[in-house]
């Protein structure tokens, strides 16, 4: 009984010391990270945020959705994608592939939209593009890393341009969402998606 309850014992402690260096090591950024610093930082509860995004999620649609534009031809992309990182100044060659060539355009939609976001200390991760920062990378990664009030950092990936379009109009405390050639969406519609990329914790409706 006394070995059993030692062994009890034994698993509880490194069970314990399993979680607390988890959760040492979460608060650690990665190091293959690159980052796109935009606006200074701005002290901001994640709670507050969700009270926003329930609010949002409990309103009334917008009236008024204009449909979608007419469709256009999207241009081939080029043979090769030079990246430059922001981190290192390394520039990686990437030849284009079926998963290459709409992660490059996604790349610099997501540096565009981040600019207009507005009230959030949000930046841009952009893992796996350097070969020198992430030499073992399979595939580049696109994610967010928000620095809450308080020092709390939510980290997500993969993200995509739209994602980041959501953030911005929620943030600008719009109604819509832009759906571009599908039109405008009530954005309460994105409450739950909103809540997941802030890291708000759940909404309730
Ligand atoms: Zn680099």
Wanted: net charge positive.
């Amino acid at each position: 009984m006394e070995i059993l309850l030692g062994i009890a014992a034994a698993v509880i402690v490194l069970f314990s010391l399993g979680m607390a260096g988890r959760a040492s090591a979460a608060e650690k950024p990665p190091v293959a990270m690159t980052q796109l610093a935009t606006q200074p930082p701005v002290q901001v509860a994640p709670d507050a945020l969700r009270e926003r995004l329930e609010k949002l999620a409990e309103s009334a649609p917008p009236r008024k959705l204009s449909p979608g534009a007419m469709c256009y031809d999207m241009a081939m992309p080029p043979d090769r994608f030079d990246y430059v990182c922001p981190a290192c100044q390394t520039k990686t060659v990437h030849a284009r592939t079926q998963t290459q060539a709409p992660i490059q355009w996604e790349l610099a939609a997501c540096r565009r939209t981040l600019k207009t976001i507005k009230g959030l200390n949000i930046e841009l991760t952009e893992t796996g593009f350097c070969a020198k920062c992430d030499p073992d990378a399979k595939a580049p990664v696109l994610g967010i890393r928000i620095r809450y009030a308080g020092n709390k950092i939510h980290t997500m990936a993969p993200i995509a341009s739209v994602d980041l379009q959501l953030i911005a109009e929620f943030m600008a405390g719009k109604d819509k969402h832009d759906g571009g050639q599908a039109g405008e969406k009530p954005l309460r519609d994105y409450a739950k998606r909103l809540a997941e990329l802030l890291g708000t914790g759940p909404i309730k409706k």
